[in-house]
């Protein structure tokens, strides 16, 4: 279990795949995995959920990423990003079809990369939130109950914060802020961002 926003990138040029990479980790994310192909980034999201997916479109020469991507829509409830070389129409319309939050196109313009990633998590947390947020509610249904500091933090992740913008917010530290995130895991029983989000919409 990490308090990070994790991202898996899925690239099969493996020097862009590290200096995506090395872009997230400098930026405050935690890259939940590396893929590679196809077959390795659907047994990872079989067994795990990152907050968000960035996505190459062509994988060894073919629209795999497509396929990924139908892949999450169907089975996930995650925000992808598309990376990609590829501009035109039909692959555009292609990518359309499968809903993205975005799509970044090859050589990536790390400062496009963050701001599209800012912009989706933000969009995807409202999208899976429809309500307001109500403390009350929320612990109507808990037996151990979110204190005022750790809904502070529920609110950061709701807007999209990463740990270091929360930090900030709040003014407390980083690790704070991951001792928080901890435990609103562990009293809400969930393991990632996105989980935590479907369960307080359940709750209110």
Sequence with gaps: MSSNINILVVEDEPIIAEDIAGFLLEKGYGVAEICYAQEDAIDFLNQNNPDLVLLDI?????????????????????????????????????AK???PMGYISKPIDFNSLFSTIEISLFNFSKMLMNGNLDLDKINTNLLSKITTKEFDVIKGIYNGRNNKQIAEDTFVSVNTVKTHIKNIYDKLNVHSRSELLAMVRSMI
């Design 58 to 94: 062509n994988l060894e020469g073919n629209s795999e990423g497509i396929e990924i991507a139908k892949y999450i829509s169907k089975n996930k409830n995650i925000p992808f990003i598309f990376l990609t070389s590829y501009t035109d129409k039909k692959t555009i319309d292609e």
């Design 97 to 99: 079809q499968t809903h």
